[in-house]
Nanobody, 123 residues
Framework: QVQLVESGGGLVQAGGSLRLSCAVSGGTFSSYAMGWFRQAPGKEREFVAAVSRSNMTYYGDFVKGRFRISRDDAKNTVYLQMNSLSPEDTAVYYC?????????????????WGQGAQVTVSS
């Protein structure tokens, strides 16, 4: 059974930074593409970033160079470094995984999901 556990969420002031982590257990992490999504109240889940098993990355248009996704296969963990945060980034952030060589960018393409981490950015 594959499990994903996010950590690192919290409250930060506008302009600040946070790093989210997602630890994966019960599967073959090195064969997974990993993604981050977010969902704000009343809005649909939105693609943030993804990294392939070969370390290629892809970002949502709104990221504009502020976020960076990375993975550590030795630790079975994917990270999302978020800088220059604004109140519009407030959401629950979810990590997701899929055993694939491509980089999925839609939520229905992923098989495994974490429980989510709340990120709140105050103005």
């Amino acid at each position: 059974q594959v499990q994903l556990v996010e950590s690192g969420g919290g409250l930060v002031q506008a302009g600040g930074s946070l790093r989210l982590s997602c630890a994966v257990s019960g599967g073959t992490f090195s064969s997974y593409a990993m993604g981050w999504f977010r969902q704000a109240p009343g809005k649909e889940r939105e693609f943030v970033a993804a990294v392939s098993r070969s370390n290629m990355t892809y970002y949502g248009d709104f990221v504009k160079g502020r976020f960076r996704i990375s993975r550590d296969d030795a630790k079975n963990t994917v990270y999302l470094q978020m800088n220059s945060l604004s109140p519009e980034d407030t959401a629950v952030y979810y990590c997701a995984g899929k055993d694939t060589a491509v980089i999925p960018t839609t939520n229905f393409a992923y098989d495994y999901w974490g429980q989510g981490a709340q990120v709140t950015v105050s103005s």
